[in-house]
């Protein structure tokens, strides 16, 4: 079957640096997204990748590995605002959307 | 760019009450929308996928008669909570996907539904 597993929660520290995985089983694979979501409001789009390798936006870097099947979201100098769920998605032959769970990520000043 | 616009963004309504909320995509054209739900502290949750100009494909579970899902041009889907109870009460999130199909899907800011 099809799975996404991430962490349920993570707690960082403001300014600090936090690494946010995700495993992934599709058939066929066309990609991985990364949202954040918080509380009471809709998704925002963060990243996509496809191939293996880091992208790097900002504060905000993901990383793929196709042959693993893994991903990670990496948030640097964190700040309040950055709490938040982020949600792993990964997009299968069929161009759906096989959503995790999301990763409540607390920030403590 | 890449905006999608929900209306409304909540609505409290009596039990029985059909209930529409519509999904806009403002400054592209969406081929695909999709139509989510999500319980207070659960993951979303996928509806349906509404393609411009054919039926919608409802995800199993998911009651066609009770979910009316309208894609009726290429910038605007509609859902339609047909007779809604309490336990419809949800956040409903619609997402729209620029063409292409791995595009990332970009969300509305969703309704919130309370039925009385």
């Known amino acids: 079957g099809q799975n996404i597993d991430q962490p349920t929660e993570m707690t960082a520290t403001e300014g600090a640096i936090v690494q946010i995985n995700c495993t992934y089983q599709?058939?066929?694979?066309?990609?991985l997204f990364w949202y954040q979501q918080h509380a009471g409001e809709a998704p925002t789009f963060l990243s996509y990748?496809?191939l293996d390798g880091l992208e790097e936006k900002g504060r905000f870097s993901s990383f793929l590995s196709r042959s693993k099947g893994y991903s990670y979201l990496l948030l640097k100098e964190l700040q309040m605002k950055d709490s938040a769920s982020y949600l792993c998605?990964?997009?299968?032959?069929?161009?759906?959307?096989?959503w995790g769970a999301g990763t409540k990520l607390i920030i403590k000043p | 760019g890449a905006v999608v616009s929900q209306h409304p963004s909540w609505v409290i309504c009596k039990s029985g009450t059909s209930v529409k909320i519509e999904c806009r995509s403002l400054?592209?054209?969406?081929?695909?929308m999709f139509w989510y739900r999500q319980f207070p502290k659960q993951s979303l949750m996928l509806m349906a996928t509404?393609?411009?100009?054919?039926?919608?494909?409802?995800e199993q579970g998911v009651e066609k008669d009770k979910f009316l899902i309208n894609h009726a041009s290429l910038t605007l889907s509609t859902l339609t909570v047909t007779s809604a109870h309490p336990e419809d009460s949800s956040f409903y999130i619609c997402?729209?996907?620029?063409?292409?199909?791995?595009?990332?899907?970009?969300f509305g800011d969703g309704t919130r539904l309370s039925i009385l």
């Open positions: 400054d592209f054209q969406a081929t695909t």
């Open positions: 599709t058939s066929g694979f066309n990609g």
């Open positions: 509404s393609n411009e100009g054919s039926k919608a494909t409802y």
């Open positions: 997402s729209a996907r620029d063409e292409g199909e791995a595009q990332p899907q970009h």
């Open positions: 998605a990964a997009m299968d032959s069929n161009y759906q959307l096989i």
């Open positions: 990748n496809v």
